[in-house]
């Protein structure tokens, strides 16, 4: 048999051996991402497996909608999968798929990652986390850590060298990449992902992110936290002040504290972050009642270091609007809903009221109906 023969089947048995990738793992595919991405999702999906090992299923799944998905390592790819889906949605679809497996799905940027239970309600946590430390660097840096690339990596490859080689891309020094074990992967092109993105992704199949031990130019590994805490700073009214006195208590896992009249700091889990942001939008949007068959509003309101993609979709609800972000765009530009955004307005118009959100971190806002579009400046 010919040395190219040789080569040939050697490929050929890696994609046979191991999905622990976006899938397919051989060849190019152009995957769907914003819009065209949701839209898919969104579509009503039929599937029948019997007897099919897990990562071939998931392959033809994935050529047929184009949607990028990525299998955990520990989940196993020869697992045989026998499961007729009839779903409503493609999202839905692969949420079984998942299920069958004892896993759940994480919409991670244009993949969906098809994680280990008992770590899927911490991996975008954790990729916050992350994301909100680039603030804290030089905008050049920033930007860079930011801007959205296709990528991928050969046969054989190891997730130490990956990791070693993002290092080098970005010009990062990692302390201690002896904490990764070695493996071995098959070949892999990536939908457009951030540096941030796609170096996580590859940690957290080790339960592993990263700190900054000099911000910007070295990071050590370290293992997931049991529950990521985050941290930020609320400027809250006196009234939404006193409700939180009444109502919120510092606990082991929450640490609040108000720092002059308004600012409140406060370190804790997403799912209560979420929940004092609810109270506090009660609070502190007040708006004139428009007069019938207009829309004019003077708003007063304000927060502080909160991501820009939270502080929006809050708002909108508030104002009764739809948004529409045009994410791949944003992405091209290195520019993140996850931008962390500070502003205070009085008696303002919704116009100035999203000027003074959106304009600290590059993007812009267009009305259209009761839609607002959100895209870069």
Known sequence: MSALAVSRLSRIAWCAYFLAWAVPVCGQ?????????????????????????????????????????????????????????????????????????????????????????EIADRILAVLSARQQELERLPVARRRALQRSSASGWQDLATPRELVSEMAREANLRVENLDAIPHDLWVSVSLPPMTWVERF??????????????????????????AQPLLTRCYVVSPSAKRGINARWKSGPDTRMEFQGSSRLMVTADKETHSRLQEFIDRSQVRGSSPPRGRRQYQITVADEDRPVGAVIESLARQLQLKVRWNERAIRAEGLSKEALTSF???????????????????????RSGDTLHIEPK
């Open 29 to 117: 595919t152009v995957w769907l991402e914003g819009r065209a991405l949701d839209r898919q999702l969104l579509q009503p999906i039929q599937a029948q497996w019997q007897g099919q090992p897990l990562r071939r299923a998931m392959q033809g799944l994935s050529r047929r909608t184009k949607v990028a998905a990525f299998l955990d390592r520990r989940i196993d790819p020869d697992a045989v999968l026998n499961l007729t889906i009839d779903a409503d949605t493609t999202i839905q679809g692969w949420q079984h798929i998942a299920g069958d497996r004892d896993a759940a799905v994480v919409v991670y940027g244009p993949l969906l990652y098809l994680a280990p239970l």
């Open 200 to 225: 996580s992704l590859v940690l957290a199949n080790f339960d592993l992110t990263y700190e900054w031990t000099r911000p910007g130019r070295t990071i050590s590994l370290q293992p997931f936290p």
């Open 344 to 366: 205070k307005v009085e008696k303002a118009s919704m116009e100035e009221l999203f000027h003074a959100v959106l304009d600290p971190v590059g993007l812009k806002h267009r």
